[in-house]
């Protein structure tokens, strides 16, 4: 037991020699000698102790900021009286590591050249997200500087359309700039904005320098709806039919994600996906909604479900005058009907589903036209046609003109006279004087043409046999 006390003893004095020697040791600085005021043109020294490479900053009651390489400064005519203080910074840290309060008092003896002059402005860098949002955070920084008194505060100011913000900026002890950060919550997207820098010295000198800076906040895309690919965001109303798709287009920074309400009462959801440029909703329409007005909510036209393309059922031409027919189902809701053919229009009358037209008193091809539920008026060409009603066709008897002959020509031919006597000229003549007056009766007569030519030649044939005697 004793042996084991022994060992527990050293091996505690071991680890507390160890813990000693690996405990970190706090940075010091004070003066290197015992003077503790001091004025322009005198030159202070430091006496450091754990503290390599650590930024020395000497910040006086004003907040005048004096940045050290070294472990040495020189009081300027800028200096403020009063006391001063030293931070130790280690790299990359924005919190001090060490705070030395009144390390040493300033005391200008000769009155000091008044500062009229204000800070300068060179350069302003803002940091921000690709796309700027209003929930975006902008990250700035400007370099200023004041060769006298120095840059006492340096104010961002951002104006928009909309709104004015100011952001107080602070100094980073390590890159010697001024920055802060802005939430651009106040501002609306789409929203240009402009930059400009107020800087004030010690001495009060004030300037507000434009930087020539101006963003604009992201202008998100408006949204778009389409029926199998068509734009109809424009439209107030408009008639689709089951099986199509209807795709609504959003934001990719969009978070509310709408639904099609029926005036029924249905609430209709679409099938998002995200993609690279924005979200994408679909609807393909199902037969059970056939019928249904829909709609998303004080966005886009209302939509009329539609299972037929065809309006009509059946139509029928009855006597070439009456246009009769069927409505379907769902387009009970068109009206105002009415045809025309060639120019002429005629009254439909309508009955439920049955519609029958005026009586038709033109020919040609068959019109109808009708306005939708739309506002929209339409029309179809039918297979029916007016056709003209052509008179009846009377068959006519058609007989061979009666032959009469000529006064002139002669009914038979007879071979050359022989010479003539007295007794034969005196009977030609009586024969000449018989065919006037037979000639005269056959016109007068319906007696055949050839009886009275038979008589003469009788008498020709009977007044020679007696002459001969």
Sequence with gaps: MRKLGVLIILFWMAFSYQADATEIIPPMISLENEQTEYTAGEEIHFRLENAEDLKIVLINEQGQKRFLKEPVYTVTDSDLDGSYRAELYQKEKLEPVLVAEDLFQVKQLDEITPDDTPPSFSAIDISHDTDILPTSVLHVSIEASDDESG?????????GDSNKAEVQLTQNIWTEKWEGELALTDFQLGEKITFAVRLMDFADNEITVDTLKELQLYQPKAPTISYNGMDILAEQKKIVQVGDEIELTLDKYATEFPTFESESGKVIPLIWQKNPTGWQGSLTLTQDLVGEIIQIPAFGPKLLIRTNSKPF????????????????????????????????????????????????????????????????????????????????????????????????????????????????????????????????????????????????IGIIIFSGNKAMK
């Design 313 to 456: 059922h059946s139509i029928e031409l009855i006597k070439n005058t009456i246009l009769t027919g069927i409505i379907n189902e769902d387009f009970a809701t068109i009206s105002q009907l009415y045809i025309d053919v060639n120019g002429s229009r005629y009254a439909v009358i309508r009955d439920g589903v049955r519609f029958t037209s005026e009586e038709i008193t033109t020919t040609g091809n068959i019109t109808l036209y009708w306005t939708d539920w739309d506002g929209q008026i339409y029309s179809e060409v039918l297979v029916q046609k007016i056709k003209p009603i052509l008179p009846p066709i009377h068959k006519e008897i058609i007989t061979s003109k009666p032959v009469t002959p000529k006064e002139n020509k002669p009914i038979f031919t007879t071979p050359a006279p022989k010479p003539e006597n007295p007794v034969k000229k005196l009977e030609n003549t009586s024969n000449k004087q018989a065919k006037k007056e037979n000639k005269s009766t056959n016109n007068s007569s319906s007696i055949p043409f050839w009886v009275p030519s038979l008589i003469i």
């Design 151 to 159: 840059v006492k505060a340096a104010t961002l100011i951002i104006q």
